[in-house]
Each structure stands twice: as C-alpha cells, then as structure tokens.
C-alpha cells in the first residue's frame, strides 16, 4: 500500500509526482486524481494541474499541483528536464514520432558509432530549435497541431534552449538511444528530426521516457494506481469555517512516506 505518514490538505496546496504511463494524455491524468479527490473529500471541484506536458506516446516524470500549490507550476516548469529518447533513422514522419506515418525514408548505410556521437555534441549548448507542427504553440489563436491535423501549413519561428547534456546510450545505424538535460520548451521529437538531419537521414522519435524535472526524479515517482491509492488511504485535512484547518476525514494513519 502506498501512503503517506501525514494528513495532507489539497485545497491548501499538495505536489504530487507521477510516473505518467503510456498513451495517456497530461490531461487524462489530472482528470484521473482530480476525480478521486473531488469524490473523496465530497466537494464540487478542485484546482488540479501539471508542470510541463507530456505526449501521449511519452512516459515518465510529471509533477502534478493541488490547490493553492498550482501558484509553483510555473517556478517547477522552469526547471531543468531529463530525458531518454529512443530515435529511428533513416525515415521521417510528419509529427516527428509515431503519431503520423512515415513519409519519406533516407540511407543509413554512412551512419557509424563514432559520426553519431561527434553529431551530438554540436547539439550542447545554447541553440535555436523549431517547434514541431504538431505542437501546442499557438499561431493566431489555433494550436499548431490543430492546423497540421487539417492538412494546412505551419510555420513556426525558431526558440532558443538550451542543451546541458546529451549522451549516446545506444548505437546501431537504424536507431539510437540517447540521455539528454535541457532547458524548459525542449521538443525532443524536434531534437531527433534535427539530429537526423545532421546525420545526413532523416530521424523520428520512437519512445520517450521524461526521467527527471529539476530535482524530481522517476524513483520518486507514483504510478496512477498507487496515486490513487494514496488518495482513498491519506487522512486529509479540510478547512473548517473560520479558515484553520482542524476538520479532518477519518481515515487510518499510514507508516510510509510518499
């Protein structure tokens, strides 16, 4: 059973991290422990919300706030971010994973160890990147992705992030696998479109797996069930009428720590 030594109070604020899983959206998530913790603590609504995106087709590390807590969403989101990519070369798809089909395929046969890593050292560092069109950023008001899905064309303008670190983790000349630190509004579907680039191939993301936002890391993590769990076993504090927060659900105490 996953709990928590402490009564915990979600109007005032929690933070609460979450392994997200696979095909999930972020919203889906904060759907999921906003719903069990409406209905647990008998209220109508509560401020839930994350710190930073993930894709349905990425897992990993997101950081989701409560309450008077989400005020910290945009200090977490500034954090650094630690990824590990597993990229295809030799094709392209239009989203630059596997949501869209590949439409166009290049050699792999010049691709060797010692090329890859030389290429991905010219990626560290300060650099401009172009957000993939199937992305959240807004062009007049419209999602990108929004306009991509409709065939129309996107253009968008470079930002600048940073690369901290980029390590090749493992290497074949049709895929590689790859550790990378960045700075926040990293597209790391964007990152393999422009690594194969430069390997002179095309490249697309194939799994992601978010491993750390600034000092959150994946073993400190909770799966959505154990979330949940954590929800229905916590003892949780609810203000009373004159603002202090001496009502409290009657639950049973827990002896491990979240």
């Not at 929690?14 to 008998?42: C, N, Q």
């Not at 409560?66 to 910290?72: E, H, I, L, N």
């Not at 929004?146 to 600048?160: F, H, S, T």
Request: charged letters at 25%; proline letters at 4%.
């Amino acid at each position: 059973m996953v709990c928590s030594d402490r009564a915990m109070n979600f109007i005032e604020g929690e933070i609460l991290y979450i392994d997200k899983p696979l095909g999930w959206t972020s919203f889906d998530a904060v759907k999921r422990l906003r719903s069990a913790l409406v209905r647990r603590m008998h209220i109508k609504k509560l401020k839930v919300g994350h710190a930073g995106t993930l894709d349905p087709l990425a897992t990993g590390v997101m950081v989701l706030c409560t309450g008077r807590a989400t005020k910290k969403i945009d200090s977490i989101q500034a954090g650094v971010k630690e990824y590990v990519a597993t990229i295809a070369l030799g094709a392209t798809t239009p989203s630059f994973d596997l949501e869209t089909e590949i439409d166009a395929t290049y050699p792999t046969e010049h691709i060797t160890r010692p090329l890859v890593e030389e290429t991905l050292q010219t990626f560290k560092g300060r650099i401009e990147q172009i957000p993939p069109a199937f992305s959240a950023c807004k062009i007049n008001g419209e999602r990108a992705y929004q306009k991509a899905r409709k065939g129309e064309d996107v253009e968008l303008k470079p930002k600048e992030l940073v690369i901290d670190e980029i390590e090749l983790l493992d290497y074949s000349p049709t895929q590689i696998s790859i550790r990378v630190v960045c700075s926040k509004g990293t597209y790391i579907r964007a990152l393999a479109r422009d690594i194969g680039q430069a390997l002179r191939s095309g490249g697309h993301l194939t799994a992601l797996r978010r491993t750390r936002v600034g000092n959150v890391g994946i073993d400190m993590c909770l799966t959505i069930e154990q979330a949940s769990e954590l929800i229905q076993s916590v003892e949780i504090e609810m203000p009373s009428d004159n603002g202090h927060n001496n009502n409290k659900t009657q639950q049973h105490k827990a002896q491990t720590t979240i």
